[in-house]
T-cell receptor, first 114, second 115 residues
Protein backbone atom coordinates (compact mmCIF):
# COMPACT_ATOMS: atom_id res chain seq x y z
CA UNK A 1 0.00 0.00 0.00
CA UNK A 2 1.69 3.18 -1.22
CA UNK A 3 -0.93 5.62 0.03
CA UNK A 4 -1.81 6.56 -3.56
CA UNK A 5 -4.88 4.82 -4.98
CA UNK A 6 -5.83 4.88 -8.65
CA UNK A 7 -9.11 3.77 -10.18
CA UNK A 8 -9.95 2.05 -12.37
CA UNK A 9 -6.99 -0.32 -12.68
CA UNK A 10 -7.92 -1.20 -16.25
CA UNK A 11 -9.93 0.74 -18.81
CA UNK A 12 -10.86 -0.11 -22.38
CA UNK A 13 -12.50 2.62 -24.39
CA UNK A 14 -13.35 3.51 -27.91
CA UNK A 15 -11.91 6.57 -29.60
CA UNK A 16 -15.16 8.51 -29.24
CA UNK A 17 -15.79 7.73 -25.58
CA UNK A 18 -15.35 10.06 -22.61
CA UNK A 19 -13.96 8.63 -19.40
CA UNK A 20 -12.09 9.81 -16.32
CA UNK A 21 -9.21 8.42 -14.32
CA UNK A 22 -9.17 9.04 -10.58
CA UNK A 23 -6.31 9.34 -8.13
CA UNK A 24 -6.53 9.77 -4.36
CA UNK A 25 -3.65 10.14 -1.93
CA UNK A 26 -3.79 9.61 1.84
CA UNK A 27 -0.31 10.95 2.61
CA UNK A 28 -1.11 14.58 3.35
CA UNK A 29 0.87 15.68 0.31
CA UNK A 30 0.38 18.95 -1.54
CA UNK A 31 1.69 18.06 -4.99
CA UNK A 32 0.17 15.57 -7.39
CA UNK A 33 1.35 14.39 -10.79
CA UNK A 34 0.14 12.51 -13.86
CA UNK A 35 2.66 10.43 -15.82
CA UNK A 36 2.31 8.33 -18.96
CA UNK A 37 4.28 5.08 -19.12
CA UNK A 38 4.66 3.41 -22.51
CA UNK A 39 6.64 0.25 -23.19
CA UNK A 40 10.42 0.79 -23.60
CA UNK A 41 10.11 4.55 -23.01
CA UNK A 42 10.91 6.75 -20.05
CA UNK A 43 8.06 7.89 -17.84
CA UNK A 44 6.63 11.05 -19.36
CA UNK A 45 5.45 13.78 -17.02
CA UNK A 46 2.08 15.12 -18.16
CA UNK A 47 0.78 17.46 -15.46
CA UNK A 48 1.81 18.80 -12.08
CA UNK A 49 -0.42 20.35 -9.44
CA UNK A 50 1.12 22.09 -6.44
CA UNK A 51 -1.32 23.20 -3.71
CA UNK A 52 -4.16 22.66 -6.23
CA UNK A 53 -2.58 24.98 -8.80
CA UNK A 54 -1.43 23.53 -12.10
CA UNK A 55 2.26 24.31 -12.45
CA UNK A 56 3.16 22.11 -15.39
CA UNK A 57 1.51 21.10 -18.62
CA UNK A 58 4.15 19.19 -20.50
CA UNK A 59 2.78 19.88 -24.02
CA UNK A 60 -0.02 17.39 -23.51
CA UNK A 61 -2.76 17.25 -26.18
CA UNK A 62 -6.05 18.85 -25.16
CA UNK A 63 -7.85 15.49 -25.34
CA UNK A 64 -6.33 15.00 -21.85
CA UNK A 65 -7.82 17.37 -19.28
CA UNK A 66 -6.67 17.30 -15.65
CA UNK A 67 -8.66 18.41 -12.64
CA UNK A 68 -7.47 18.84 -9.05
CA UNK A 69 -10.40 19.78 -6.79
CA UNK A 70 -8.29 19.47 -3.60
CA UNK A 71 -4.84 18.34 -2.54
CA UNK A 72 -5.98 14.75 -2.07
CA UNK A 73 -7.73 14.12 -5.37
CA UNK A 74 -6.63 14.28 -8.97
CA UNK A 75 -8.57 13.41 -12.09
CA UNK A 76 -7.62 12.94 -15.71
CA UNK A 77 -10.54 13.43 -18.08
CA UNK A 78 -10.21 11.67 -21.42
CA UNK A 79 -12.06 12.30 -24.66
CA UNK A 80 -11.58 11.36 -28.31
CA UNK A 81 -8.35 9.53 -27.59
CA UNK A 82 -6.10 7.99 -30.22
CA UNK A 83 -4.67 4.45 -30.34
CA UNK A 84 -1.22 5.80 -29.44
CA UNK A 85 -2.68 6.96 -26.12
CA UNK A 86 -2.85 3.34 -24.97
CA UNK A 87 -0.45 3.16 -22.02
CA UNK A 88 -0.17 2.90 -18.26
CA UNK A 89 -1.17 6.18 -16.60
CA UNK A 90 0.48 6.73 -13.25
CA UNK A 91 -0.44 9.18 -10.55
CA UNK A 92 2.11 10.31 -7.97
CA UNK A 93 2.20 12.66 -5.02
CA UNK A 94 4.89 14.37 -2.97
CA UNK A 95 5.04 16.79 -0.06
CA UNK A 96 5.31 19.66 -2.52
CA UNK A 97 6.57 20.11 -6.05
CA UNK A 98 9.71 22.12 -5.34
CA UNK A 99 11.50 20.27 -2.55
CA UNK A 100 13.61 17.13 -2.80
CA UNK A 101 10.92 14.93 -1.35
CA UNK A 102 10.25 11.55 -2.93
CA UNK A 103 7.31 11.02 -5.21
CA UNK A 104 4.99 8.19 -4.22
CA UNK A 105 3.31 6.42 -7.11
CA UNK A 106 0.02 4.61 -7.43
CA UNK A 107 -0.22 1.32 -9.32
CA UNK A 108 -1.61 2.98 -12.41
CA UNK A 109 -4.52 2.64 -14.78
CA UNK A 110 -3.86 0.44 -17.81
CA UNK A 111 -5.66 2.22 -20.67
CA UNK A 112 -6.42 0.53 -23.98
CA UNK A 113 -7.92 2.49 -26.87
CA UNK A 114 -9.80 0.43 -29.43
CA UNK B 1 19.86 18.71 -21.96
CA UNK B 2 16.79 17.17 -20.37
CA UNK B 3 17.69 13.56 -21.04
CA UNK B 4 18.85 10.90 -18.66
CA UNK B 5 20.40 7.99 -20.53
CA UNK B 6 20.17 4.62 -18.83
CA UNK B 7 21.93 1.37 -19.70
CA UNK B 8 21.63 -1.52 -20.16
CA UNK B 9 18.02 -1.97 -21.28
CA UNK B 10 18.00 -5.47 -19.84
CA UNK B 11 20.28 -7.39 -17.50
CA UNK B 12 20.47 -11.02 -16.47
CA UNK B 13 22.43 -11.84 -13.33
CA UNK B 14 22.95 -15.06 -11.40
CA UNK B 15 21.75 -15.23 -7.82
CA UNK B 16 24.41 -13.85 -5.52
CA UNK B 17 26.00 -11.75 -8.26
CA UNK B 18 26.31 -7.98 -8.55
CA UNK B 19 23.86 -6.06 -10.72
CA UNK B 20 25.08 -2.73 -12.11
CA UNK B 21 22.91 -0.19 -13.88
CA UNK B 22 24.34 3.05 -15.23
CA UNK B 23 22.88 6.47 -15.95
CA UNK B 24 24.34 9.58 -17.55
CA UNK B 25 23.05 13.15 -17.81
CA UNK B 26 24.03 16.52 -19.26
CA UNK B 27 22.05 19.09 -17.33
CA UNK B 28 24.13 20.56 -14.51
CA UNK B 29 20.94 21.95 -12.92
CA UNK B 30 19.98 18.43 -11.79
CA UNK B 31 20.25 18.30 -8.00
CA UNK B 32 18.67 15.05 -6.84
CA UNK B 33 19.05 11.56 -8.26
CA UNK B 34 16.57 8.86 -7.16
CA UNK B 35 16.28 5.27 -8.27
CA UNK B 36 12.89 3.62 -8.55
CA UNK B 37 12.02 -0.08 -8.60
CA UNK B 38 8.92 -1.29 -10.42
CA UNK B 39 7.39 -4.76 -10.25
CA UNK B 40 4.88 -5.93 -12.88
CA UNK B 41 1.42 -4.54 -12.21
CA UNK B 42 2.74 -2.03 -9.68
CA UNK B 43 3.78 1.59 -9.77
CA UNK B 44 7.42 2.61 -9.34
CA UNK B 45 8.62 2.73 -5.73
CA UNK B 46 11.53 4.82 -4.47
CA UNK B 47 14.50 2.58 -3.75
CA UNK B 48 17.35 4.93 -2.88
CA UNK B 49 18.37 8.50 -3.75
CA UNK B 50 21.50 10.67 -3.68
CA UNK B 51 22.42 14.33 -3.86
CA UNK B 52 25.40 15.53 -5.95
CA UNK B 53 27.47 16.56 -2.93
CA UNK B 54 27.88 12.89 -1.97
CA UNK B 55 29.86 10.34 -4.00
CA UNK B 56 28.27 7.20 -2.61
CA UNK B 57 25.21 6.15 -0.65
CA UNK B 58 24.52 2.68 0.63
CA UNK B 59 21.29 1.19 1.95
CA UNK B 60 21.51 -2.51 2.65
CA UNK B 61 22.43 -4.32 -0.57
CA UNK B 62 21.79 -1.22 -2.71
CA UNK B 63 24.50 1.37 -3.39
CA UNK B 64 24.46 4.48 -5.56
CA UNK B 65 27.81 5.67 -6.88
CA UNK B 66 27.86 9.26 -8.13
CA UNK B 67 30.52 10.88 -10.32
CA UNK B 68 29.72 14.57 -10.60
CA UNK B 69 32.55 15.46 -12.97
CA UNK B 70 31.59 12.68 -15.38
CA UNK B 71 27.84 13.37 -14.90
CA UNK B 72 27.23 9.71 -14.27
CA UNK B 73 25.64 7.70 -11.52
CA UNK B 74 25.04 4.02 -11.07
CA UNK B 75 23.09 1.54 -8.98
CA UNK B 76 24.84 -1.51 -7.61
CA UNK B 77 22.82 -4.38 -6.20
CA UNK B 78 25.04 -6.70 -4.16
CA UNK B 79 24.17 -10.36 -3.59
CA UNK B 80 21.34 -10.10 -6.14
CA UNK B 81 18.28 -12.21 -5.37
CA UNK B 82 15.43 -13.50 -7.56
CA UNK B 83 13.12 -11.15 -5.64
CA UNK B 84 15.14 -8.23 -7.04
CA UNK B 85 13.86 -9.06 -10.53
CA UNK B 86 12.07 -5.89 -11.59
CA UNK B 87 12.46 -2.83 -13.78
CA UNK B 88 14.74 -0.14 -12.39
CA UNK B 89 14.53 3.53 -13.35
CA UNK B 90 17.05 6.22 -12.62
CA UNK B 91 15.82 9.79 -12.49
CA UNK B 92 17.11 13.31 -12.01
CA UNK B 93 15.39 16.38 -10.64
CA UNK B 94 15.69 19.68 -12.45
CA UNK B 95 16.29 22.31 -9.77
CA UNK B 96 15.57 25.26 -12.07
CA UNK B 97 12.57 27.02 -10.57
CA UNK B 98 10.72 27.24 -13.86
CA UNK B 99 10.95 23.45 -14.17
CA UNK B 100 8.83 22.95 -11.06
CA UNK B 101 11.07 20.26 -9.63
CA UNK B 102 10.46 18.06 -12.63
CA UNK B 103 11.81 14.52 -12.46
CA UNK B 104 13.40 13.28 -15.69
CA UNK B 105 13.43 9.49 -15.94
CA UNK B 106 15.75 7.11 -17.73
CA UNK B 107 14.36 4.46 -20.08
CA UNK B 108 14.45 1.69 -17.50
CA UNK B 109 16.41 -1.55 -17.06
CA UNK B 110 14.70 -4.92 -16.81
CA UNK B 111 16.67 -6.96 -14.30
CA UNK B 112 16.26 -10.71 -14.13
CA UNK B 113 18.06 -12.61 -11.38
CA UNK B 114 18.36 -16.31 -12.13
CA UNK B 115 18.26 -18.80 -9.22
Amino acid sequence: ETGVTQTPRHLVMGMTNKKSLKCEQHLGHNAMYWYKQSAKKPLELMFVYNFKEQTENNSVPSRFSPECPNSSHLFLHLHTLQPEDSALYLCASSRDAYSNQPQHFGDGTRLSIL
Amino acid sequence: QQQVKQSPQSLIVQKGGISIINCAYENTAFDYFPWYQQFPGKGPALLIAIRPDVSEKKEGRFTISFNKSAKQFSLHIMDSQPGDSATYFCAARDAAYNQGGKLIFGQGTELSVKP
